[in-house]
């Protein structure tokens, strides 16, 4: 097609960053679960890798609290993005976020980012895996397949506690009937009275696998859910030889118990070390504040501004989710992130605050 049959489109698209958005729906997909889908208030474009997430800013009883949630929604729908979250006992963000965020409310979110998506990792056979709320990233990225009539075989498998807790259930249903590159099979850990399912029951296994997806070993797999899940199949697939560089997981959440330990380990060790001779320590400063501090050889730059009472939002501590990042203006840092910032970024002198290690004195704007 000619060029000149096309208009510039002058639209303002999502770039990783801090943005405004307002609540415009909010949708009861279960009983404990709950869509919040966001508009800007000028027209943007939410341009994003389907899989990639966000990160909330919130205020909850006077105090900033960042949390990560991957968007469920596809960039085929480019004027809003969704979010899905289930209520968890307890928990502190999802409560608020059921009782108190109502349509036309405002807050500001970052992102998006995430090295978990369907475009890094191409390919035209896919098997997408997931428990629980784990369906969100899998559910974006088969929603963008669906919506752009790609020439991708999907095969989707969902766990679930039980049939009142399936997640996009009808839409599944709808997508598995209208397309034949679409397969869907649904796992239910049990069923109560009252509940009927004619479906799989229990936990996923091997021959239940190899009845879904008899050619799963030549499929790109992409996993999602609780951390007991997405372990159990890991081992399964490494079991029968799967070609493990093509699994991925949703690696986003709760710190993992070896990087606690680790933290927990270099806390100790900090407490029990000699004293750094001063010519080895770091100058940080941190411009716009006018403050600075000398830090030992390993320290961040987020810990050299908490111990100077600075506060950069931090969600992840691992360089996921994006949230930390500063400008740094001069100096060198060993940045050891995972996916969290671009390369474009990268460029322009960003850093990640949680995972970034000064080689030498450096300046941050902040």
Same mark, same amino acid.
Not at 205 to 233: I, K
């Given at each position: 097609m000619s060029s000149n049959f096309l208009n510039p489109v002058n639209t303002q698209t999502?770039?990783?960053?801090?943005?405004?958005?307002?609540?415009?729906?909010?949708?009861?997909?279960?009983?404990?679960?709950?869509?919040?889908?966001?508009?800007?208030?000028?027209?943007?474009?939410?341009?994003?890798?389907? $899989?990639?997430?966000?990160?909330?800013?919130?205020?909850?009883d $006077?105090?900033?609290?960042?949390?990560?949630?991957?968007?469920?929604?596809?960039?085929?729908?480019?004027?809003?993005?969704?979010?899905?979250?289930?209520?968890?006992?307890?928990?502190?963000?999802?409560?608020?976020?059921?009782?108190?965020?109502h349509?036309?409310?405002?807050?500001?979110?970052?992102?998006?980012?995430?090295?978990?998506?369907?475009?890094?990792?191409?390919?035209?056979?896919?098997?997408?895996?997931? $428990?629980?709320?784990?369906?969100?990233?899998?559910?974006?990225?088969?929603?963008w397949f669906y919506d752009t009539n790609a020439n991708v075989d999907m095969v989707f498998v969902h766990s679930a506690r039980s049939p009142k807790d399936v997640i996009y259930q009808r839409e599944l249903?709808?997508?598995?009937?209208?397309i034949p590159n679409f397969a869907l099979h649904i796992i239910c850990e049990k069923h109560g009275l009252g509940e009927p399912w004619a479906g799989y029951r229990g936990y996923l296994?091997?021959?239940?696998?190899?009845?879904?997806?008899?050619?799963?070993?030549?499929?790109?797999?992409?996993?999602?859910?609780?951390?007991?899940?997405?372990?159990?199949?890991k081992r399964l697939l490494e079991q029968v030889g799967f070609d493990m560089s093509r699994y991925h997981e949703e690696s986003f959440g709760a710190t993992p118990a070896d990087a606690r330990a680790d933290a927990v380990e270099q806390a100790e060790q900090a407490a029990e070390a000699p004293e750094v001779p001063a010519s080895d320590l770091h100058q940080v400063e941190f411009v716009d504040t006018g403050k600075?501090?000398?830090?030992s050889p390993g320290e961040t730059v987020h810990a050299a501004a908490a111990k100077l009472g600075l506060t950069i939002p931090k969600a992840c501590g691992m360089g996921i989710c994006g949230t930390c990042k500063v400008l740094k203006l001069s100096g060198e840092v060993e940045m050891d992130h995972n996916g969290g910032i671009t390369e474009d970024d990268?460029?322009? $002198?960003?850093?990640?605050?949680?995972?970034?290690?000064?080689?030498?004195?450096?300046?941050?704007?902040?």
């Open positions: 999502w770039a990783n960053g801090r943005h405004v958005v307002r609540c415009v729906k909010v949708i009861q997909e279960t009983w404990d679960v709950r869509t919040f889908c966001f508009m800007a208030d000028q027209p943007v474009m939410f341009f994003f890798k389907p $899989g990639q997430f966000v990160t909330l800013e919130l205020e909850i $006077g105090q900033p609290v960042m949390r990560s949630y991957t968007i469920s929604s596809s960039p085929s729908v480019p004027y809003s993005f969704s979010i899905t979250i289930k209520r968890v006992p307890g928990g502190r963000v999802s409560n608020w976020l059921h009782e108190t965020l349509e036309g409310q405002e807050l500001a979110v970052h992102g998006p980012v995430g090295l978990f998506n369907a475009i890094d990792y191409p390919s035209q056979k896919v098997l997408y895996l997931s $428990g629980g709320v784990g369906i969100t990233p899998v559910m974006s990225m088969a929603r249903e709808q997508m598995a009937a209208r296994n091997r021959p239940m696998l190899e009845l879904m997806a008899p050619d799963f070993l030549d499929r790109e797999v992409f996993c999602c859910g609780p951390t007991p899940y997405m372990t159990a199949v600075s501090i000398r830090v990268e460029a322009e $002198g960003y850093i990640l605050a949680c995972c970034s290690v000064p080689r030498g004195d450096v300046r941050i704007e902040y």
